[in-house]
């Protein structure tokens, strides 16, 4: 096998390898992975690699590791988990991708979040939205109180599947992390995160009321915009 290319996360890469592997058969179920050895010696790579690719092969269900002993497939591993490529979403195509599944996920969680959030979870929520719109008034960046903010509502479902799905997610779900969304809007970083303020401020105002109906219509409105603003700026792109 060629060496480990050098273009993405090479943890990324490794992870990618092994579960084809098990997927494919090449590891069976109950059988030992290569060792540490084996694999920085086949990869070329190093050894903090190859341990934080087996880390997320734990996290992911496909292995278990033994204290002295090595790595080995879980004996009722069955098919793939869910994952999204991370060396896709740099493509606009995908992240409208990822967005539609926020709308299908996070819509539902708006609602929940409307009728059985507590007061204090209400006033996290409000905190992170609060958090966005300061960090927009001083022009710095605000994507970790918006993710505080979208993860805040996810939590307060009382449903532990949304957020650990939001929690797997993480920053994909969060367009300019991974482009520059205020530019291919064609506006200001500044027009365009207050914009998004706003449509945050319609979920709280909904979630504060506790309206289902309208949490569920401003999650997704917020969403679709962000999809849309998205498939305007490829077919713009395409135009030239």
């Known amino acids: 096998m060629a060496l480990i290319k050098r273009r993405e996360s090479l943890t990324a890469q490794v992870v990618k390898t092994l579960s084809d592997r098990i997927a494919e058969g090449t590891y069976k179920r109950g059988e030992k992975l290569p060792s540490e050895q084996e694999l920085l010696e086949e990869l070329g790579i190093s050894r903090t690699v190859v ?9 992911n269900g ?16 069955a098919i793939r988990p869910f994952r999204i490529d991370e060396t896709n979403l740099g493509l606009v195509e995908e992240i409208v991708s990822v967005l539609e599944l ?5 819509t539902e969680a708006a609602a929940l979040t409307a009728v059985r959030r507590t007061t204090g979870e209400l006033d996290q929520i409000t905190k992170a939205h609060e958090d966005m719109q300061s960090a927009v008034l001083g022009g710095s960046d605000s994507v970790q109180a918006d993710l505080t903010f979208h993860r805040a509502i996810a939590r307060a479902t009382k449903n532990d599947h949304f957020l650990k799905i939001f929690n797997y997610l993480g920053e994909m779900l969060i ?28 979920i709280l105002f909904a979630i504060r009321n506790q309206d289902p109906e309208s949490a569920r219509a ?10 849309n603003r998205l498939l305007q700026t ?4 395409s135009e030239r």
């Open 218 to 227: 401003a999650m997704r409105l917020h969403l679709s915009n962000s999809r």
């Open 175 to 202: 367009p300019r992390t991974r482009l520059k969304t205020h530019l291919v809007d064609a506006s200001s970083q500044q027009d365009y995160l207050t914009r998004v303020g706003l449509e945050h401020e319609q």
């Open 62 to 77: 496909l292995v278990t590791t033994r204290q002295g002993i090595g790595a080995f497939v879980l004996s009722d591993t």
């Open 51 to 59: 341990r934080e690719a087996f880390a997320t092969l734990r996290a």
């Open 234 to 237: 490829q077919a713009t792109h």
């Open 102 to 106: 926020r709308i299908a996920i996070e």
